[in-house]
């Protein structure tokens, strides 16, 4: 498809590398994080690239003529950090309510004081399971109140 006004110019539909990157005309190009290995279509115009997925338009990006060059989005970088840390922090308070009975219940406590708990999570090793008894002793005392 060719249209006059822009000389758009519609590629047949690509995939995003797992890298979050379409490649076209010997550059890469991102989009948001969550279409890594997904078909796009990219519409390009003689200064500017469009990229859709199913019909939702999810990235522009000023086109380059060089070639072997990356150009990256920033929000793009900036969305897949803060999935990532969301996701770290869910595996380490899954680690940390699996210690004891009365993980949840500490936690809670920790986090009405506005201490960081996952923080405190990202210290804590795999316990073996014969020391969750020592782990589980420990979360009664600090609930009792005698450490806090």
Not at 20 to 27: E, K, M, S, T
Not at 28 to 39: C, I, L, Q, T, W
Not at 84 to 110: D, I, M, W
Request: aromatic share 10%.
């Amino acid at each position: 498809m060719i249209c006059t006004e822009d000389r758009l110019v519609v590629s047949p539909p690509l995939f995003a590398t797992t890298r979050f990157r379409i490649n076209l005309d010997a550059n890469g190009y991102s989009v948001p994080y969550r279409y890594a290995g997904k078909e796009v279509l990219v519409r390009t115009y003689p200064n500017r690239l469009v990229v859709y997925h199913g019909g939702e338009l999810i990235a522009q990006r000023p086109r380059s003529y060089d070639q072997n060059r990356d150009f990256e989005d920033p929000e793009h970088v900036k969305e897949l950090l803060t999935h990532c840390k969301k996701a770290r922090a869910l595996v380490f308070l899954g680690r940390f309510l699996a210690l004891s009975p009365k993980a949840h219940e500490y936690h809670e406590q920790l986090s009405a004081r506005r201490l960081n708990a996952n923080m405190w999570n990202a210290y804590l090793p795999s316990p073996i399971s014969t020391e969750k008894e020592k782990v589980g002793a420990a979360f009664e005392e600090g609930l009792s109140g005698r450490y806090g």
